[in-house]
């Protein structure tokens, strides 16, 4: 069907075009031309992932946010401190330092253990935020799972925000509970990276990824 002639789509008088460029119909439905297809965009990247196989004190993602971004989503699966019971951490970084000042505040709203329910706990004035109120079991088997939303944390028009759920079990595989919460930091100030820990112990074992949201 590329031969010259009767009955076939090449013309003799098209130029081969350049590398990587694709053929088509041109607008008037009269010609063939080549054309460079314009380069995928998403408004939903990747921007980090990783897994953390050993004991480590520490994720610092530095340089993470920039004004390309309003929104992030962090997925944590397999999350398990090396010490039972321990739970997320973080505080935000501006440059390469932790702001530890006494602006973190949040809250979550439910767990249950197979027989009761507890429904809220709060904080105020701490020197970092913690993702939810219970902690996370140390065993491989019941890792907690989470997802957190952030939002702009660029943005010098409102207090740094965060919405996450879990699922985890605790304080000695006796309990499972799942969370849904907030955390704030109570500062209008542009950030740019975090640092994830555990309030007790290290990191055992995590994967993670961040998605940044354009919009």
Request: net charge neutral; charged share 15%.
């Amino acid at each position: 069907i590329f031969s010259a002639g009767s009955g076939g789509i090449w013309n003799a008088g098209l130029s081969l075009g350049s590398a990587s460029q694709k053929l088509r119909v041109n607008s008037a439905g009269n010609a063939l031309e080549f054309f460079t297809e314009p380069a995928v965009t998403s408004d939903f990247v990747k921007l980090v992932s990783g897994s953390i196989t050993s004991s480590t004190s520490e994720l610092v993602m530095d340089n993470l946010f920039s004004s390309t971004y309003r929104a992030y989503k962090f997925i944590f699966t397999d999350f398990s401190p090396t010490t039972m019971n321990a739970r997320i951490s973080y505080q935000y970084r501006i440059g390469t330092t932790n702001q530890t000042s006494d602006y973190y505040a949040g809250g979550r709203i439910y767990y249950f253990n197979g027989s009761s329910s507890d429904g809220n706990f709060s904080e105020t004035s701490a020197s970092n935020g913690r993702i939810g109120n219970w902690g996370i079991s140390s065993t491989a088997a019941n890792a907690g799972q989470y997802e957190i939303l952030m939002s702009d944390p660029k943005s010098t028009r409102s207090v740094k925000q965060m919405w996450y759920n879990n699922s985890n079990p605790r304080e000695t595989d006796q309990y499972y509970s799942g969370q849904w919460g907030f955390s704030q930091w109570r500062d209008t100030g542009a950030v740019d990276g975090i640092r994830w820990f555990c309030n007790s112990g290290n990191i055992g074992y995590a994967n993670y990824a961040v998605y940044g949201f354009k919009h």
